[in-house]
C-alpha cells in the first residue's frame, strides 16, 4: 500500500482529531491509513483542496436538527472549483466534559461547537441555565483546550464521548442531545474530476441563483424537476450577500447528472437561471432506489428524443390521417 493509503488519496477535515467530521472521514475506505490533515475551519479544510494541498475535504453540511452549515453551503457554491463527491452520514452523541474536579455547579461557561449547542440547548437551558456560551471551532477542540495548561477560557466543552475517554476529562453529563437519533451529513469534496459512477441510488447537488428579472421564478425552478420525476432531498435558500433579497438554492436532488430525467431537468434550469451550477453527483449514504415512474426513465427520454428527431424527416407514414 502507498503511504497514503491504497487510492493514494489525501484528506483535509474540519478538526482537530476526534470531532465528528473526522469521524465522518474515517468510514471512507482507505482513510484511515491516509495522510489526513486536520484544518481549523470549513473554509481552510476547503482551501487546502483548492491549493492541491490535499486530494479532498471532509465537512460537515447539515444536520437532522439544525439544518444546513452555512460556511460549508456558502463556500461549495461560490467555488467553480469544487465538486462533492461523496456523502457520509454519522450518528451524533454529546457530552459534558470538564477537567477532574470540575462540577456541575461550578460550570460558568460553555464551549463547543455552534451546531453541536443547538442541538443541547434544550438540556443546557434546564441544568445551566445561567452558563455562558463561547463558539468554538470544533467540539474537539473546545474539549482539547482544556487538557494544556490554564488559565482555560472556560469550564466545560460539549464534545463527542471519545474526546473524553482520551483526554481524561470528566464526564458531568452524557447523551445531552435533544434529541436521539440525531444525525449530520457530511460531504467529501474535491476539484473537478470524473463524476462517480451512477449507482442507481445517487444524489446530485446543484446552485440555482433565484432570478429576480420575472415573477413566479422559484415555482418555475421547482417544475424543472417536478414535471421530470426528480425528487427533491434538501432546498435551502441562503443570502447572496450582494444585496437585501439576492438569494441562491441550494439544492440536493436524487438521481445523478446520467439519469436523463435529471440532465434534462439540469438543462431546464439553465435556461430559467443561467448562471446555476452543478456541484456533483454521487452515491446516496442511506442507498435507497427511487422509484421512477416509466416516462421518466432513460428509455423514455431515448424514445421521445427519437420521435422528435424523427418528425421532420417523415413522409407521412405515421403521420395524423388527414381529414
Ligand atoms: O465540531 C465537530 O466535531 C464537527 O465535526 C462539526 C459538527 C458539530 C456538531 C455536530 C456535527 C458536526
Redesign the pocket.
Known amino acids: 500500500m502507498s503511504p497514503d493509503g491504497a487510492s493514494g488519496e489525501t484528506y483535509a477535515?474540519?478538526g482537530p482529531e476526534?470531532?465528528?467530521?473526522?469521524?465522518?472521514l474515517l468510514t471512507v475506505p482507505g482513510a484511515a491509513e491516509a495522510r489526513r490533515v486536520p484544518a481549523t475551519s470549513v473554509n481552510a479544510a476547503l482551501q487546502l483542496v483548492l491549493d492541491g494541498e490535499v486530494g479532498a475535504a471532509m465537512v460537515?453540511i447539515e444536520?437532522s436538527v439544525?439544518g444546513g452549515?452555512t460556511a460549508t453551503l456558502d463556500a461549495i457554491a461560490v467555488s467553480e472549483e469544487l465538486r462533492i463527491i461523496r456523502e457520509v452520514v454519522?450518528p451524533?452523541r454529546?457530552n459534558l466534559l470538564a477537567r477532574p474536579g470540575t462540577r456541575l455547579e461550578d460550570v460558568r461557561v460553555v464551549a463547543?461547537?455552534?451546531?453541536?449547542i443547538?442541538?443541547c440547548r434544550g438540556w443546557v437551558d434546564e441544568h445551566l441555565p445561567d452558563v455562558e456560551y463561547l463558539p468554538?471551532?470544533?467540539?474537539?477542540?473546545?474539549g482539547v483546550a482544556l487538557t494544556g495548561p490554564g488559565p482555560w477560557p472556560w469550564d466545560a466543552a460539549i464534545?463527542?464521548p471519545v474526546v473524553g475517554e482520551r483526554y481524561g476529562l470528566t464526564v458531568l453529563a452524557a447523551d445531552i442531545g435533544d434529541r436521539s437519533g440525531?444525525v449530520?451529513r457530511?460531504v467529501l469534496v474535491s476539484r473537478p474530476r470524473p463524476l462517480p459512477p451512477r449507482t442507481g441510488s445517487d444524489k446530485t447537488t446543484i446552485v440555482v441563483p433565484l432570478p429576480d428579472d420575472h415573477p413566479g421564478a422559484l415555482m418555475e425552478i421547482l417544475e424543472q424537476f417536478a414535471t421530470r420525476g426528480v425528487n427533491l432531498s434538501r432546498i435551502e435558500s441562503r443570502p447572496t450577500g450582494a444585496y437585501l433579497g439576492d438569494y441562491f438554492f441550494s439544492i440536493d436532488a436524487e438521481g445523478h447528472l446520467e439519469d436523463a430525467r435529471v440532465a434534462d431537468a439540469l438543462a431546464g434550469l439553465h435556461r430559467i437561471s443561467p448562471a446555476t451550477r452543478f456541484l456533483g453527483s454521487y452515491p446516496r449514504a442511506d442507498e435507497s432506489v427511487p422509484s421512477v415512474a416509466r416516462h421518466h426513465r432513460d428509455q423514455a427520454f431515448e424514445e421521445a428524443f427519437r420521435w422528435v428527431r424523427s418528425l421532420a424527416r417523415r413522409t407521412g407514414d405515421g403521420d395524423p390521417p388527414r381529414r
Do not use: D, I, M, W
Not at 476526534?18 to 465522518?24: G, I, K, N, Y
Not at 468554538?136 to 473546545?142: G, H, L, P, Q, R
Open positions: 477535515y474540519l476526534l470531532t465528528f467530521t473526522e469521524s465522518a460537515p444536520n439544525e452549515v454519522v451524533v454529546f463547543t461547537h455552534s451546531h453541536a443547538a442541538q468554538s471551532s470544533s467540539t474537539a477542540a473546545a464534545c463527542a440525531a449530520t457530511f
